[in-house]
């Protein structure tokens, strides 16, 4: 796939550039005395960057979401090579999440005022939510309830090495109860749902608080179906030019996606090494094979209500789970799904814009799946029994627990603990599972993104408002 007229002086830049670099992160440092210790950092990590960018740019012809992928696994292999050293180019990869995170508020905010606006009619919108509400209900009580089976029949909790327990007690312990203290008493379910209705959508928009910037959005839309049209269609016009200024951002920064994936994960697994899996094998493995369980169902999903070959529509919603999978964020991710699924799947844009950013919020499965496992592995290791009503609570914490939480890194592991504290499992007992947790983020949020995008496809089947394309663009 080389393209035939490349010249050969960027092959030997290629070479040049990969070479020296890997020279000097294997090099001892005694060897390169006469370099001070930053100039070889700056220095291999710009020509590993160089390096990719010459093979992504000159030497390959390939797809974008094939360089995305490849970036994934170069990303890997760079971070088990080189381990923390590697961190030199995460940089790169903060500039690619701060980019496409700063399109998320702008982008959900203006494409769901057009969206509401263009669907006209409030009722329409009532059942849209109600179909949307019912499948992220659904699908997330499923995936814990998976959770707490596979937990339940394989015990990865049981026979843990005593010694391994009291050294991740010893070792985590810290962090563990920094976690803990970061989580409050926690709002109640009415203060909860008061808490939707902003009272300054200006302070809501600049704490990107999404639920309220789609209640925000939601009303603006409504009203300017009923206003009248000339005073309505310039502002809807500014809007829908506005929300098109944004998507042809993600466009741009998702050129960028091979770099930043690379740089993201080579930086994650760099620093906490793949060989913490052993540490916990049964309780990673236990909860891995759930999550890539669960991204299996959704094709069936897609299959049945809107007849995407499973196949096809893997390929098509990859773009947005490699973004998940290296950034841990679904909410980080919006831009990118809501880009996929108007693109890839043929979702319609009023859809997109209100099933992706509410999913974003309140619909995590991965993330009930994971809770599921922990907490039942928790318990298997301080002997506790959990009856069929703990489990029950279980699974209605989780359920609602995902529902008002921001979709970033780690959030997951912030509700587990309220989650242990209702069944009355030792907090502290998440110090167990913190090594681990941020591998297992990079799944359960592929996970999240993937039952996202599925909910939008299946809510504009039913609504007939999915047209999919010929062929997959991104
Ligand atoms: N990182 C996940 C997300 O953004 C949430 C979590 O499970 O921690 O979807």
Do not use: C
């Amino acid at each position: 796939m080389v393209s035939r007229n490349l010249s050969v002086s960027v092959i030997i830049a290629f070479i040049f550039a990969i070479t020296v670099s890997i020279l000097l992160y294997v090099l001892p440092p005694t060897v390169l005395t006469f370099l001070p210790a930053t100039a070889i950092q700056v220095i291999r990590g710009s020509l590993l960057i160089v390096a990719l960018i010459l093979l992504f740019e000159k030497l390959l012809n390939i797809q974008l979401l094939n360089k995305i992928l490849l970036g994934l696994f170069l990303g890997l292999l760079a971070g088990i090579a080189f381990q923390s050293h590697i961190s030199e180019v995460k940089p790169v990869g903060t500039a690619f999440l701060r980019l496409i995170q700063m399109i998320v508020v702008p982008l959900v905010l203006a494409s769901l005022i057009v969206g509401t606006a263009s669907l006209g009619d409030p009722k329409k919108l009532g059942r849209i939510g109600i179909k949307t509400f019912t499948f992220y209900l659904t699908t997330t009580a499923v995936a814990i309830t998976i959770g707490l089976l596979l937990a339940n029949v394989f015990r990865p909790g049981s026979g843990i090495d005593p010694q391994v327990q009291a050294q991740l007690m010893q070792n985590y312990q810290g962090l563990a109860t920094e976690k803990i203290s970061r989580v409050g008493g926690g709002a109640g379910v009415m203060e909860t749902l008061l808490n939707i209705i902003p009272t300054n959508p200006a302070d809501a928009l600049s704490n990107a608080r999404m639920l309220q910037i789609i209640f925000f959005a939601i009303f603006t839309g409504i009203a300017l179906t009923v206003v009248p049209k000339e005073k309505a269609q310039p502002v809807i016009k500014f809007f829908d030019g506005f929300n098109e200024a944004m998507l042809q951002i993600v466009h741009m920064a998702i050129k960028l996606a091979p770099y930043g994936v690379f740089a993201l994960i080579a930086d994650a697994v760099g620093s906490f090494g793949l060989a913490i899996i052993f540490t916990l094998f049964k309780y990673t493995v236990v909860t891995t094979a759930g999550l890539v369980l669960l991204t299996f169902i959704y094709p069936i999903f897609a299959k049945i209500f809107a007849g995407f070959s499973p196949w096809q529509y893997l390929k098509a919603i990859r773009p947005a789970q490699v973004i998940a999978f290296s950034t841990s964020s679904s909410s980080a991710t919006l831009p990118v799904s809501m880009e996929v699924a108007e693109e890839n799947l043929g979702v319609s844009n009023n859809i997109a814009s209100f099933v992706l950013p509410l999913g974003a919020t309140v619909n995590m499965d991965g993330t009930a799946l994971y809770q599921g496992v922990a907490s039942v592995f928790i318990a298997q290791v301080y002997g506790i029994h959990l009856g069929i009503t703990d489990q029950l609570t279980i699974v209605l914490m989780a359920t609602l627990a995902s529902i008002g939480t921001a979709a970033a890194p780690g959030v997951g592991l912030l509700m587990l603990v309220m989650i242990l504290k209702q069944v009355g499992i030792p907090l502290e007992g998440i110090a167990l599972i913190l090594s681990v947790d941020r591998l297992l983020d990079m799944f359960r949020t592929t996970v999240n993104v993937s039952s996202d995008l599925t909910a939008s496809v299946v809510v504009a089947a039913t609504e007939k408002q999915l047209t999919p394309p010929e062929a997959v663009k991104l």
